[in-house]
T-cell receptor, first 113, second 111 residues
Framework: EAQVTQNPRYLITVTGKKLTVTCSQNMNHEYMSWYRQDPGLGLRQIYY???????DKGDVPEGYKVSRKEKRNFPLILESPSPNQTSLYFC????????????FGDGTRLSIL | QQPVQSPQAVILREGEDAVINCSSSKALYSVHWYRQKHGEAPVFLMI?????EQKGHDKISASFNEKKQQSSLYLTASQLSYSGTYFCGTEIPQAGTALIFGKGTTLSVSS
């Protein structure tokens, strides 16, 4: 089954403790992206990647890091999480570019205390 | 840069129609529409490219007026399954291939 898999689905942690949210897709997609969703603000793009080793900032990259060492994986790293990063996070992938249909993962709900 | 969606919320009875608008202050390459049900991931509905075309998806269609930099989503004879939050996403030339979403329009359909 074609899918985008995120882990963990839920995480409660404390300020400053480094964490990684993994994202993996099995559709051989070139393009991958991370979004955060907050009430009243919609979906905001954090980072995106056009291909392996190619990443670029989206709208709200501050406080986040990403890497794209393999085509299928695009982890989101919070080096020193803060409470304002409490949010619902979605990973998405598309065949080649962001202007093609994006397939979203089921989301990761992060709470930073 | 974030596109503006209107209205913020719509309440309908089954069988009624609705229009959701999406407008941008910047020139657009394309407009994307997604629907998200509560607690679920957004699901792709359609993409409209430059050229003013109209696309359809069951009883859901959309138009794109690139001169006015806006798109409209038309939901005809709404069904209970149409309930959810609708997002438009725009790709603007200056932002590479980043997709920028509006804040969403919540649609509630009741019987």
């Amino acid at each position: 089954e074609a899918q985008v898999t995120q882990n963990p689905r839920y995480l409660i942690t404390v300020t400053g403790k480094k964490l990684t949210v993994t994202c993996s897709q099995n559709m051989n997609h070139e393009y991958m992206s991370w979004y955060r969703q907050d009430p009243g603000l919609g979906l905001r793009q954090i980072y995106y990647s056009m291909n392996v080793e190619v990443t670029d900032k989206g709208d709200v990259p501050e406080g986040y890091k990403v890497s794209r060492k393999e085509k299928r994986n695009f982890p989101l790293i919070l080096e020193s999480p803060s409470p304002n990063q409490t949010s619902l996070y979605f990973c998405a992938s598309a065949l080649f570019r962001g202007d093609q249909p994006q397939h979203f993962g089921d989301g990761t709900r992060l709470s930073i205390l | 840069q974030q596109p503006v969606q209107s209205p913020q919320a719509v309440i309908l009875r089954e069988g009624e129609d609705a229009v959701i608008n999406c407008s941008s202050s910047k020139a657009l390459y394309s407009v994307h529409w997604y629907r998200q049900k509560h607690g679920e991931a957004p699901v792709f509905l359609m993409i409209l490219l430059k050229g003013g075309e109209q696309k359809g998806h069951d009883k859901i269609s959309a138009s794109f007026n690139e001169k006015k930099q806006q798109s409209s989503l038309y939901l005809t004879a709404s069904q209970l399954s149409y309930s959810g939050t609708y997002f438009c996403g725009t790709e603007i030339p200056q932002a590479g291939t980043a997709l920028i979403f509006g804040k969403g329009t919540t649609l509630s359909v009741s019987s």
